[in-house]
């Protein structure tokens, strides 16, 4: 099995601030990495596919970038409507879901 | 616009066998596009992809749960379901339908989630 690593698993941050988010795949999964934001009591919503590419309707401030083992999402100018949880995911596989980094947006 | 909705006992018993259906509406499940999934959230944790299936009927699982997993697809009623066996309270969880774009492989629709708790 695909292992999928995040780091960290939460933060805080100030409106404006630029953040970055980590995930590790435990093999190389080239560019299938997906990137999903979830808001409480909501189902996650699609951010980033194949690593870099934003899903339609998705701030341009969310970039995601990154191939083999080792990926980022970086979320630039942070706006209080970010505070979430996001998951990468690997589609290389069976669709494993790392652990999650829980954003929370002062 | 494509909605998937989720139905099934909010209510399982340990040993027993927890059953849920998605409908789908809005497009079609038939579609060659596409996967249909089923992915579950244990309160408070992270999630977890439980298997996919394609309208023709193959499908692939999570190897954690393959021995207990059954996805199924009934294209004249436009809906997939799910059957996990032998449940225990570790299976409660909110579980999702959601459909998945073949290649690149993505989740682009989620149904909104509902909870099935196992306990006696």
């Known amino acids: 099995d695909i292992q999928m690593t995040q780091s960290p698993s939460s933060l805080s941050a100030s409106v404006g601030d630029r953040v970055t988010i980590t995930c590790r795949a435990s093999?190389?999964?080239?560019?299938?990495l997906n990137w999903y934001q979830q808001k409480p009591g909501e189902a996650p919503k699609l951010l980033i596919y194949a690593a870099s590419s934003l899903q339609t309707g998705v701030p341009s401030r969310f970039r995601g970038s990154g191939s083999g083992t080792d990926f980022t999402l970086t979320i630039s100018s942070l706006q209080p409507e970010d505070s979430a949880t996001y998951y990468c995911q690997e589609s290389y596989s069976i669709l494993f879901f790392g652990q999650g980094t829980k954003l929370e947006v002062k | 616009q494509l909605q998937l909705q989720e139905s099934g006992p909010g209510l399982v018993k340990p040993s027993e066998t927890l059953s849920l259906t998605c409908t789908v509406s809005?497009?079609?499940?038939?579609?060659?596009?596409?996967?249909w999934g089923w992915i579950r959230q244990p309160p408070g944790k992270g999630l977890e992809w439980i298997g996919s299936?394609?309208?023709?009927?193959?499908?692939y699982y999570n190897p954690s749960l393959k021995s207990r997993v059954t996805i199924s697809v009934d294209t004249s009623k436009n809906q997939f379901s799910l059957k996990l066996s032998s449940v225990t309270a570790a299976d409660t969880a909110v579980y999702y339908c959601?459909?998945?774009?073949?290649?690149?492989?993505?989740?682009?629709?989620w149904g909104q989630g509902t909870l099935v708790t196992v306990s006696s």
């Open positions: 299936i394609y309208y023709s009927g193959s499908t």
């Open positions: 809005g497009g079609s499940i038939s579609s060659s596009s596409y996967y």
């Open positions: 093999q190389s999964i080239r560019d299938y």
């Open positions: 959601a459909r998945q774009l073949r290649v690149p492989s993505f989740v682009d629709y």
